[in-house]
């Protein structure tokens, strides 16, 4: 783990704290080669669309609704992301992971999750990882660098 790791890990888990999600707030932050911020994210419902407390404690209303963080720093950066890193409060699900080799993104580092949320996103945790590893983007968790 480098400085730069830490410090943008921290700066992921800030804007994940702007997420409404009431189970899980969820933060990314993508830079380039030189450590500068290229873009940030967080999970939440579409621009314009109501995240009312009703539709927010819905489950399956929300899961439906929401853009992943992941997404949403992809969407919102103005440049090519090419051979950047995206830093990640949750490992990437499987959709996400492919978005993300999809715009090129070289590196891919990620806080150590919980054990309950490793025992319920194992599956697509394996296939996150897989995707990786075939399409040669390094992928780590915070500390096992």
Known sequence: ?????????????????????????????????KNRVVSMGFNGFPRAVLDDDEKLMDRDERLRRTIHAEDNALLF???????????????????????????????????????????RWADDMRSAGEMFTEAGVAFNFLGNQ
Request: proline share 5%; charged share 15%.
């Open 77 to 119: 950066a103005r440049q090519d992301v090419t051979g950047c890193t995206i830093y990640v409060t949750h490992p990437p699900c499987a959709r996400c992971a492919a978005k993300i080799i999809q715009a090129g993104i070289a590196r891919v580092v990620a806080a150590q999750p919980q054990q309950d949320f490793a025992a």
């Open 1 to 33: 783990m480098n400085k730069w790791d830490s410090r943008m890990i921290g700066m992921a888990n800030l804007v994940a704290t702007w997420s409404k999600d009431p189970s899980t707030g969820v933060g990314a932050v993508i830079t380039d080669q």
